[in-house]
Nanobody
Framework: VQLQASGGGLVQARGSLRLSCRAS????????MGWFRQAPGKQRELVAE???????NYADSAKGRFTISRDNAKNTVYLQMNSLKPEDTAVYYC?????????????????WGQGTEVTVSS
């Protein structure tokens, strides 16, 4: 499975961005997909994840502002980020768990994209 993330960039606080992650493979529909982020000097953390059935899970910091979704016909998962804050600045990574676990822990995601950088200015 190969993952290609895109959509990052520089945005002002309170702005919006939509990240995309396209996956290779014919069984994308069965994957659990996640978005993680890593800010400079900090550990990688979960942002949001979505199961093959469409159930979602969000970090507290993302609730109410971010929305994860998937388009199985396009093998793509999205992260719509609204009301961005400077503390959202990080490299954002998409990840795939091909076994389709319900909300796997970080180490259970086997495949990772290359990351897309998001910078939110104040």
């Amino acid at each position: 499975v190969q993952l290609q993330a895109s959509g990052g960039g520089l945005v002002q606080a309170r702005g919006s961005l939509r990240l995309s992650c396209r996956a290779s493979g014919r069984t994308f529909i069965s994957y659990t997909m996640g978005w993680f982020r890593q800010a400079p000097g900090k550990q990688r953390e979960l942002v949001a994840e979505i199961t093959r059935g469409g159930s979602t899970n969000y970090a507290d910091s993302a609730k109410g502002r971010f929305t994860i979704s998937r388009d199985n016909a396009k093998n793509t998962v999205y992260l719509q980020m609204n009301s961005l804050k400077p503390e959202d600045t990080a490299v954002y990574y998409c990840a795939a768990d091909e076994t389709g676990r319900i909300f796997p822990v970080s180490d259970e995601y086997r495949y990772w994209g290359q990351g897309t950088e998001v910078t939110v200015s104040s």
